[in-house]
């Protein structure tokens, strides 16, 4: 059975202008049966992607291009939020992922009425050291931290209803964890096998060195997750951890100074309480600037991104 509304397809670009022909071209013939927009986000590439693009377009492309490169994740919030479809689906522009899929979701999600189908890349094609190694390490740290147990967070291949896609709160890099974003909503959501291919054209913006930051984006996501509620449960815990270990080091102070040994006892604890005091303040502090921001653009109706320009194809959608 094929789904007669709209649907809206979200692909953040950077770099992709060989790609752009045969990834259009593939969506037209994959999607052929249905009622789609297209909205391409360009993240401030700096090659032809913006003029292949335009060169490619039709009646049911828009082109956002981005003042800047500001990452994945922002793209892709740019793309959700000019959707207009009953579901959006997030794409990569690389033709890794095969919209020939596409159907397939979408039919899942609306005859079991999920609110998210995620993609999982069952063969995936990539690099083995580079790729499939910290993403395996990246999946099962996720899984086991927040919860939320899906085979595979980095696909980016996923259908969601569009009430859910534009009250993620995407901002940073948490496009990795948009599973758990969901989760956070309530979202009921499953997960299909899905095709992957190898690269065709240009190389992945991605590799080991983003293992910090999938750990930095754990870490808020986990605040998020089970504290952005009650705080005082995750800052309570900490205090009181201090006190303690104030208390239990001015009693070691004295035994120190008991034993004529004042110089060597003062050096060290106060070392020990500088280093404990300042990592305390630094968690603390870039916690409290994360919500802080999202109140900022939340509550001012701010977006995390400026638009340079805006692309429509030539003629109206089917």
């Keep these: 059975m094929t789904y007669h509304g709209l649907i809206s397809i ?10 752009i022909p045969p990834l259009l071209e593939r969506i037209r013939e994959s999607l052929q049966a249905l009622r789609y927009e297209l909205i391409l986000v360009d993240d401030g590439s700096r ?3 913006v003029e292949a693009v335009k060169k490619a377009a039709d009646g049911h492309t828009k082109l956002i291009v981005l003042a800047r ?3 994945q994740t922002t793209a892709m919030a740019a793309g959700i ?9 997030t794409l990569d522009g690389d033709l890794q992922n095969d919209p020939a899929d596409i159907p397939r979701m979408l039919h899942l999600a ?3 009425n999920w609110d998210v189908v995620a993609g999982n890349r069952a063969n995936r094609q990539d690099g083995v050291v580079l790729r499939k190694i910290p993403s395996r390490f990246a999946n099962a740290m996720i899984r086991w931290f927040t919860g939320v147990h899906l085979k595979d967070y980095g696909c980016t291949l996923k259908v969601f209803r569009r009430n859910v896609a534009q009250q993620l709160g995407l901002y940073g890099e948490l496009h ?3 599973p758990v974003l969901a989760a956070m909503q309530g979202a009921r959501m499953t997960q299909m096998d899905v095709q992957h291919h190898p690269r065709v054209h240009g190389v992945s ?8 930051k999938v750990l930095a984006d754990l870490l808020v996501v986990l605040f998020l997750q089970r504290y952005f509620h009650r705080p005082m449960r995750l800052f309570a815990p900490v205090a009181t951890f201090s006190i303690l270990t104030g208390v239990v080091t001015g009693f070691y102070l004295l035994i120190r100074l008991v034993v004529n040994q004042p110089t060597v006892a003062v050096n060290w604890l106060i070392l020990i309480a500088v280093l404990v005091l300042a990592g305390l303040m630094l968690l603390a502090f870039g916690l409290i600037a994360e919500m802080q921001m999202r109140t900022y653009f939340e509550s001012e109706g701010k977006t995390t991104y400026r638009v340079r320009d805006v692309f429509t194809g030539g003629s109206r959608l089917d």
């Design 205 to 212: 913006k991605y590799g080991l060195g983003r293992v910090g």
């Design 110 to 112: 609306e005859s079991g």
């Design 176 to 178: 990795r964890f948009i």
């Design 10 to 19: 979200v692909i953040p670009l950077y770099h992709e202008a060989d790609n």
């Design 81 to 89: 939020a000019a959707a207009m479809g009953d579901y959006v689906i």
């Design 47 to 49: 090659d032809r992607t």
């Design 69 to 71: 490169n500001y990452g």
